[in-house]
């Protein structure tokens, strides 16, 4: 069964820290999703990423399919990057559809 | 941008009544999902949609729950008979097509059953 885990589950940091958040999971992936959950509970999607790196602003992403891991940095942190970071990963199961398995969260609490 | 949306934002309705939870997908997009999440535990597939039936679901997605997309549009999830441990959060979600492509959410509906 494909388990995803996230690392930590809470964070705290202070406005500027660089922040990194950790994701790995334990079958092969098509690729993985890092979403942000707001405290008013809706899901932005933030990068899809299969290998490599993305970038976008101050959020990075990087993937290393060999490793099953999976890391999401946020560069010059600010209050209002404060919310739940969740990894999930998209994955084919047998001849059916894609499908999203998703890591508990981690909570990211920035502090002026 | 294009979003998806979903209606109603918060339904409360009592043990045992039928509740559908409706959402309108990216209008281009082809494959629908839903997702729920109770509070405090990580977000779960229920389902996936596509081309007028179900593609995959979870073992949540029990008798009790079913899928329609009944116009062009409209994307729902009905629970005939709700229980209380159906409180949660619904996420709808779609992508463009079948395969690794982004899946777009929905802000959710939050459903308590008393």
């Known amino acids: 069964k494909n388990e995803v885990e996230q690392s930590p589950q809470n964070l705290t940091a202070q406005e500027g820290e660089f922040i990194t958040i950790n994701c790995s999971y334990s079958v092969g992936i098509s690729a993985l999703h890092w979403l942000q959950q707001h405290p008013g509970g809706g899901i932005v999607s933030l990068f899809m990423?299969?290998?490599g790196k993305k970038k976008h602003g101050r959020l990075i992403a990087t993937i290393n399919i060999q490793e099953k891991h999976s890391s999401l940095h946020i560069t010059a942190s600010h209050p209002r990057d404060s919310a739940v970071y969740i990894c999930?990963?998209?994955?084919?199961?047998?001849?059916?559809?894609?499908?999203?398995?998703f890591g508990k969260g981690t909570k990211l609490s920035v502090i002026p | 941008e294009p979003e998806v949306t979903q209606t109603p934002s918060h339904q409360v309705t009592q043990m045992g009544q039928e509740v559908i939870l409706r959402c309108v997908p990216i209008?281009?997009?082809?494959?629908f999902y839903w997702y729920r999440q109770i509070l405090g535990q990580k977000v779960e597939f229920l389902v996936s949609?596509?081309?007028?039936?179900?593609?995959?679901k979870s073992e949540i997605f029990d008798d009790q729950f079913s899928v329609e997309r009944p116009d062009g549009s409209n994307f729902t999830l009905k629970i005939r008979s709700t229980k209380l441990e159906d409180s949660a959060m619904y996420f709808c979600?779609?992508?463009?097509?079948?395969?690794?492509?982004?899946?777009?959410f929905g802000p959710g509906t939050r459903l308590t059953v008393t």
């Open positions: 949609f596509y081309n007028n039936e179900i593609s995959e």
């Open positions: 990423l299969s290998s």
């Open positions: 999930a990963d998209l994955r084919r199961e047998g001849a059916g559809s894609y499908q999203l398995t």
């Open positions: 209008s281009n997009h082809l494959y």
């Open positions: 979600a779609s992508s463009l097509e079948a395969g690794p492509y982004e899946q777009y």
